[in-house]
């Protein structure tokens, strides 16, 4: 990572979030969809609409034990970046979590602000959730899969042709752990 400087905020509560800030949230969204980016709509473009509905769905979820959005701004307090933690609480599987929509915005890729955000979720997965390991899918075909091995995520497996963005586009789904966090 570049020696930009970053804060890390982290929600975990429905209340804690402005409108401001659930407004940056979809805005984000819907720059990363629209410029080609896998984290959660498919088949853009999107529009603001749908982005804001998808976020106040994930805001609706948030809870300390259970889900968290973790954002990454600039310097200027502007947003870089943003992801969701989620963790089910049932005892077998509650050792780990999932790693959701971990997204930065197109103008600062490259930047380093992804891998501070991937990094400092591990952190909080680890001292703030307490959790093992964190698991992931990622959409196949994007070069994602590098990203991650580079934060020490290993590729436990795929689900071949899983995702079918176009009649003539089907990608796998690609499985991935962080373990240990």
């Known amino acids: 990572m570049s020696n930009r400087p970053v804060a890390f905020h982290q929600f975990t509560a429905a209340d804690q979030l402005a409108p401001s800030v659930r407004r940056t949230l979809a805005t984000c969204w819907v720059e990363v969809t629209n410029a080609g980016g896998a984290a959660g709509f498919p088949f853009p473009p999107i529009a ?76 909080v997965a680890r001292e703030d959730m307490g959790l093992e390991q964190l698991h992931l899918a990622a959409r196949g075909g994007e070069g994602l899969e590098a990203f991650y091995v580079r934060h020490g995520w290993k590729e436990t497996g795929r689900w071949p042709g899983a995702l079918r963005l176009a009649p003539d586009d089907v990608r796998d789904e690609v499985l991935m752990v962080l373990d240990p966090l």
């Open 48 to 123: 603001l609409p749908q982005a804001a509905d998808a976020v106040e769905a994930l805001v609706g979820t948030l809870a300390p034990e259970t889900s968290r959005i973790l954002t990454a701004t600039n310097a200027q307090g502007d947003l870089t970046g943003w992801l969701n933690i989620r963790r089910d609480p049932y005892r077998l599987i509650a050792h780990w979590g999932q790693l959701h929509h971990l997204q930065t915005r197109p103008s600062v890729r490259g930047q380093g602000y992804g891998s501070a955000l991937l990094d400092e979720a591990r952190r």
